[in-house]
């Protein structure tokens, strides 16, 4: 990654040269002894995936999930990408009840507290096209190559807000404690209310913040005293500080992008996939991580990432043609499920048992008053808590598993 590059080619023979790498990527991962299919979210980046995958094999599958929900509900979109590139689509879907089961489940296909939630309809969808197919095309890696997530964007308005009068910030944060609550794909109270917890912090922290569950004030409610006083002093962002040194960038936006790349993409999002498609015996493949096309990101000008507002914009320079516009266009969506409404309705019995005031004072972890006010909280939508409480089920879960026997808090 290099920081804030000076331009050396026009923007048409940048893009000219990202659709080569591309289909050479693509090309070279649909070498194999048996049949390979894809993944189609109806994104961006796995449909590029498919447009480059159908140049060079006519006979491909693709595999997608669906929800009920419609705010979660990408399915209809996904049909349109098979549609339009003419390749036979599978499409499932799945309720509440294929999760439950599942992320009880998870501990053993997890030896680790990951608490991504896309974990669940990735392992759906992995387990779903496994019944047809060994290996499958992913569009994995383009959020954190060309800048994808709306938090990129967030950091142009931090940089705005954070120049605003107090009274006017003032203004804002009653606004936002006011708003009513919806358990909708990334509502706008909720976006609201999560872009405040990055304020007053360094551009990298609060990016972080904004993709975390628990800040430190949060985290610090969370825990038993006993619990922070082991923890002492301990830097939550060490990391974060220790790869901003390493990598030797000034530029704002090429900093997050390589702490993305760093603490995201390969310490989550690789992880999540591996473990829930080799869960399933499914070999996933990442055309966009090739090596070549990597160092050919890291080194564009940052403009032709984050153009203005435009997130992915040499990206969608380059689907330019080879797919409809309204996919192309499309709001980034990520790989979610309906976990606010699951959590009120049919997850509400294994969230209250597993959080339950008994199990939490046993095991001398959490304070239990807040972990209630969470619960509470989320119980009559007077705040949107579908994070923390995530987290927290799939910690105790893996805690059963792996910690409970040891610490005699088994149940």
């Known amino acids: 990654m290099v920081d804030d590059p000076n331009a050396e080619k026009s923007e048409l023979e940048y893009t000219e040269k990202l659709r080569w790498l591309l289909d050479r990527s693509v090309r070279k991962r649909l070498v194999a002894d048996v049949p390979v299919g894809l993944f189609i979210s109806g994104g961006l980046d796995s449909a590029l995936v498919a447009a480059f995958a159908k140049r060079a094999k006519d006979q491909l599958e693709c595999f997608s999930i669906g929800f009920d929900e419609p705010s979660f509900d990408e399915s209809r979109y996904s049909a349109q990408v098979a549609r339009e590139l003419g390749i036979r689509h599978h499409i499932k879907r799945f309720q509440a009840a294929d999760m439950l089961q599942l992320l009880q489940k998870l501990p053993e296909i997890v030896d680790e507290p990951l608490a991504d939630p896309s974990i669940v309809p990735f392992y759906l ?47 804002v944060k009653k606004i936002a404690v006011g708003m009513p609550v919806s358990h909708d794909y990334l509502s706008l109270d909720f976006k609201l209310k999560q872009f405040l917890k990055g304020t007053g912090v360094t551009t990298e922290i609060a990016f972080f913040r904004w993709r975390g569950a628990f800040d430190d004030g949060e985290r610090n409610q969370l825990l038993s005293s006993d619990v922070r006083h082991e923890l002492g002093c301990h830097n939550s962002y060490e990391d974060i500080y220790r790869y901003i040194e390493e990598s030797r960038l ?72 080879l797919l409809p516009k309204t996919i192309v266009n499309r709001q980034k969506q990520g790989f979610g499920i309906p976990l606010a409404r699951w959590l009120t309705a049919e997850l509400k019995s294994f969230m209250l048992e597993n959080l339950s005031e008994e199990r939490i004072r046993r095991q001398g972890l959490f304070d239990y008053s807040y972990v209630k006010r969470l619960i509470d909280e989320q119980l009559s939508m007077t705040k949107d808590n579908r994070e923390p409480l995530w987290t927290l089920l799939v910690f105790q879960t893996w805690y059963d598993r792996y910690l409970a026997d040891a610490s005699g808090c088994h149940e």
């Open 250 to 321: 000034t530029n704002e936006l090429e900093r997050i992008l390589y702490l993305s790349m760093k603490l995201y993409l390969q310490d989550n999002n690789l992880v999540t996939v591996d473990r829930a498609s080799m869960a399933n015996g499914l070999e996933v493949r990442s055309p966009l991580l090739d090596r070549d096309l990597i160092e050919f990101a890291c080194r564009l000008p940052t403009n032709l990432k984050l153009h203005g507002l435009t997130t992915k914009y040499l990206l969608k320079n380059a689907a330019d043609g």
């Open 125 to 171: 969808l992995s387990r779903f096209a496994s019944e047809r197919i060994k290996v499958v095309l992913s569009g994995d890696g383009g959020d954190e190559l060309f800048a994808g997530y709306q938090t990129y964007q967030a950091v142009k308005f931090a940089a705005v807000y954070n120049r605003l009068p107090q009274f006017i910030k003032n203004l």
